[in-house]
């Protein structure tokens, strides 16, 4: 959780700084362009790495 937490904390930061550079420069940059391709191959790493988590002890109390 604590992992996902900061992704999206550094993730936005850079949708931020990358925002600030398009809307300064009145277009949108390269660097916009790079900031969604990485936002989207992290959410789908996030993603993926949800559905692969390990079972829980929760998991384990139900029998089968």
Not at 2 to 29: D, H, M, N, P, T
Not at 38 to 45: N, P
Request: aromatic share 14%; with cysteine; proline share 3%.
């Amino acid at each position: 959780m604590l992992v996902a937490c900061l992704q999206a904390a550094v993730l936005g930061f850079l949708w931020c700084i990358a925002k600030f550079e398009a809307w300064s420069e009145g277009e949108v940059s390269i660097f916009t362009k790079y900031a969604a391709v990485v936002w989207v191959i992290a959410m789908a790493c996030h993603g993926i790495s949800f559905f692969l988590e390990p079972d829980t002890e929760d998991d384990r109390d139900i029998a089968p």
